[in-house]
């Protein structure tokens, strides 16, 4: 076993192999494949709350391998968090499509102002769930509506993550 040090973090090589961000394919046996879309702004927040420490667990993981990333970068990942709890991402078409609508709504927001984009709940939850209107799972008023939600609960959902 290879064992890599870092500054705080003890990485294994067999950490790094394993991790379900890195390697979606290496699944738990018992884990389910998909998660159901949730039909209540209330669950959308919960999924939420799962998806950011889900995209959390990879800081370390980036340190290790060389590069910086705090929570500010997780918007990054909301994509991919998005695609892996639907069971997408093996699909390119889907990583191309959440990718461009994330990353893209997000930077014409950013630009324009909208939003607490600032912040890094706030622009993980914005990047994760337009993600999911980019793969047509969720429509734009259901983006805007659950966007909206977030926005009146980011206190209570930052205390919960």
């Given at each position: 076993m290879i064992t890599l040090g870092f500054a705080h973090a003890l990485v294994t090589k067999?950490?790094?192999?394993?991790?379900?961000?890195?390697?979606?394919?290496k699944k738990e046996p018992d884990m389910p494949t998909q998660k159901p879309l949730p039909t209540s702004n209330e669950g959308w927040v919960l999924e939420l709350i799962d998806a950011y420490r889900d995209a959390k667990v990879a800081i370390p993981y980036a340190e290790a391998a060389g590069h910086a990333m705090t929570e500010a970068d997780l918007?990054?990942?909301?994509?991919?968090?998005?695609?892996?709890?639907?069971?997408?991402?093996?699909?390119?078409?889907?990583?191309?499509?959440?990718?461009?609508?994330?990353?893209?709504?997000?930077?014409?927001?950013?630009?324009?102002?909208?939003?607490?984009?600032?912040?890094?709940?706030?622009?993980?939850?914005?990047?994760?769930?337009?993600?999911?209107?980019?793969?047509g799972l969720l429509s734009e008023d259901e983006c805007q509506e659950v966007l909206g939600f977030v926005e009146i609960n980011l206190a209570k959902i930052k205390e919960a993550i």
């Open positions: 067999q950490m790094i192999d394993t991790h379900p961000l890195l390697y979606p394919h918007f990054h990942m909301a994509p991919l968090v998005c695609l892996k709890f639907r069971d997408l991402i093996s699909s390119e078409e889907c990583q191309k499509n959440a990718k461009h609508a994330a990353i893209g709504s997000y930077i014409a927001n950013m630009e324009a102002g909208n939003r607490n984009l600032q912040d890094a709940v706030m622009a993980f939850a914005f990047c994760y769930f337009t993600a999911h209107f980019g793969v």
